[in-house]
């Protein structure tokens, strides 16, 4: 309803926003060549409607403002304690993003709504620029794409590329069951060698870090670890129960998949809500300012109708005792 009534306001107020002088603005209100003759060339009117708009749009970013702080609260406090997930699997089998594979599958996480700064334009620049150089001739990058507006931007010029799209995942509170179940349909429709999760980590109200994650198939976590480096150490674990070594690596390349995105889930909505939040307060200046312009303008204009008022009652009476 907000993001509705923004839009409405913004409309009415639409030829005002444009980046030109008080003078411009001034003269744009009614052109000379329209006015009759004798009339000013500004309404007080108009400049009391345009001042309405900018008060109605200021109020919107003002409640949108409060609502996004409300929401920041109460998800950086999940995305916080999900951090504990991911860990254990970087200690075990580390964060590889250099290792050369010929399938890699790219999964942008952005928000469903805008009005939040460019959180999502920057995760669409780094997984484009991912894709340029993850491409060759015997190599094959996807994407999937989680969120409205990752969608949007990459649909354009990549839409044979996005193989999976998935939307509306914050409409209700996240859990890591509605995480897994994402993860294990994203696993069954996509064939890949490493998944790249792209996402906005949180770091404060104005500040987020773009993040790459890396999560390896386990045939190639097998290469690598008959390699050596850091997957070396895999075989230093002894294998308990009845499962292969090539079993384990399977549950655990599911289970890795599911607790990172469940993270990079959490982490791009709070991102999503301090970076809306930042950009209302913006906003909510701005129309301030320019409601001071306004108000300047319309307070200069009434002033200047009374002495013209005053001029020509004196210039009457003047007249009539001549």
């Not at 989680?146 to 999976?164: F, H, M, P, Y």
């Not at 996402?199 to 104005?206: A, C, G, M, T």
């Not at 773009?210 to 002894?238: F, H, N, Q």
């Not at 090539?246 to 655990?252: C, D, K, P, S, V």
Request: net charge positive; aromatic share 4%; glycine share 6%.
């Amino acid at each position: 309803m907000a993001m509705a009534a923004l839009r409405r306001e913004g409309r009415r107020f639409a030829p005002l926003l444009s980046p030109r002088p008080i003078a411009g603005v001034r003269s744009s209100l009614v052109s000379e060549e329209d006015a009759p003759f004798g009339t000013r060339s500004i309404s007080t009117q108009v400049v009391r409607n345009r001042m309405k708009s900018v008060r109605n749009i200021q109020k919107i970013t003002k409640a949108m403002k409060m609502v996004a702080a409300s929401k920041l609260r109460a998800i950086q406090v999940r995305a916080e304690n999900s951090r504990g997930l991911w860990q254990p699997f970087t200690a075990l089998l580390g964060d590889t993003p250099s290792v050369d594979v010929k399938k890699n599958v790219i999964v942008t996480i952005s928000s469903d709504k805008g009005l939040c700064g460019g959180i999502n334009s920057t995760s669409v620049k780094i997984s484009k620029a991912l894709h340029k150089l993850s491409s060759g001739p015997e190599k094959e990058t996807k994407y999937v794409v989680l969120g409205e507006k990752a969608k949007a931007q990459l649909v354009r010029d990549s839409k044979k590329d996005i193989l999976l799209t998935i939307s509306e995942l914050q409409k209700n509170p996240l859990n890591y069951t509605q995480v897994s179940v994402l993860a294990d349909d994203i696993l069954k429709n996509v064939e890949f060698d490493a998944l790249r999760i792209i996402f906005n980590k949180f770091h404060s109200v104005v500040s987020f870090l773009p993040t790459m994650s890396t999560i390896l198939s386990p045939e190639i976590v097998e290469r690598e670890a008959e390699a050596g480096g850091k997957l070396g150490e895999l075989d230093s674990y002894e294998i308990e129960g009845g499962e292969t070594k090539a079993e384990i690596l399977q549950n655990l390349a599911e289970f890795q998949f599911s607790c990172v995105l469940f993270n990079a889930v959490l982490e791009n909505a709070t991102s999503e809500q301090g970076a809306r939040m930042s950009a209302m307060d913006s906003s909510s200046r701005n129309a301030g300012e320019m409601l001071d312009r306004l108000t300047l303008t319309y307070n200069r204009t009434r002033q200047a109708s009374i002495t013209t008022e005053l001029i020509e009652i004196i210039s009457g009476a003047s007249a009539l005792e001549g």
